[in-house]
């Protein structure tokens, strides 16, 4: 294969639009842990596991098998930076602009830690990603 994956073209793009998502999660706090936010872009692929592994060269993720034979590779939320300003730049053209919208709202406020040690920040990130994940229904 020749593929060479880049953030100067479209390509990267498409992909995550045919094979990309999204993903969020809260946990609430207990008596013995923290509330814990959790941010991820996971791109899956049957079989081609080189073609994985030049796109993960530039994702930085980690690459996984999956059961039914492919491939995910999952980039977390302090990897996600570089992916998050390339959709800027080329644009997801499926309903999946829409998600990436309202994730990037999120992505900005739990960057900038406004819910570390902080319960109204933290309910903020949370409802936020509830609607986000009504998007997902």
């Avoid at 491939?71 to 570089?82: C, D, E, S, Y």
């Avoid at 390339?86 to 739990?110: E, G, W």
């Avoid at 960057?111 to 109204?120: F, L, R």
Wanted: with cysteine; charged share 30%; glycine share 6%.
């Amino acid at each position: 294969h020749t593929l060479v994956p880049s953030f100067d073209n479209g390509w990267l793009s498409g992909f995550i639009d045919a094979e990309g998502s999204l993903t969020c999660s809260f946990k609430d706090k207990t008596e013995t842990t923290k509330n814990k936010i959790s941010m991820r872009l996971i791109v899956s692929q049957k079989e081609c596991k080189e073609v994985m592994d030049d796109l993960n060269l530039l994702l930085k993720g980690a690459v996984n098998s999956t059961s039914d034979g492919g491939f995910n590779i999952t980039v977390g939320i302090k990897k996600m930076k570089a992916i998050l300003d390339y959709l800027k730049v080329y644009k997801l053209r499926t309903q999946k602009v829409i998600q990436y919208k309202s994730f990037i709202k999120i992505h900005d406020l739990v960057s900038k830690k406004i819910h570390v040690d902080n319960e109204k920040g933290y309910k903020k990130v949370k409802k936020l990603m509830i609607k986000y994940k009504k998007l997902l229904n």
